[in-house]
């Protein structure tokens, strides 16, 4: 039997945009290997041309792992680890020339805001007092994501 090392590649990321990612709250952000793994599994699945979805999630499934049948393990396994000290941040998005009408009222709002909809709330009272809800990545901030895998294993 040979050896059975592992192969590691590291990435150091920077974030160039407001990254909204949710922890257990709903409100908070935090960052971690599952948020990764979803991104790519993503991603993966954009760029396959399978010609049947089973097809598609069997060969998912060798790679990202499944829970289906008797279940299948990751071939990768990942870490995240944050360098940056300052936290995530709920202060408001600088203003654009964008805006939206809210009681038949002009209100500035940044694109990025108006986008993540979801992750933020409205004055009760004021429609002008539009606030952030969530916590999110300031850009520039980064991290490190660590891919480990068995060179033993064969590629998919």
Known sequence: MGENKLHEIRYLCEIITPM?????T??????????????????WRATQSYTSIAALKT???????????????SKVLITVK???PAPPTNNPLAKHKFYTIINNKNIPIDIIEYLAYVKTESGKNDPANYKRYADYFKPGSKFEVVFLRHQSMQES
């Open 20 to 24: 909204f990612l949710g922890d257990h």
């Open 26 to 43: 709903g409100r908070g952000a935090e960052l971690r290997p599952p948020s990764i793994k979803g991104a790519m599994r993503f991603w």
């Open 59 to 73: 060969a998912e499934g060798n790679i990202f792992g499944t829970p289906e049948g008797e279940g299948k393990k």
């Open 82 to 84: 944050i360098l940056d």
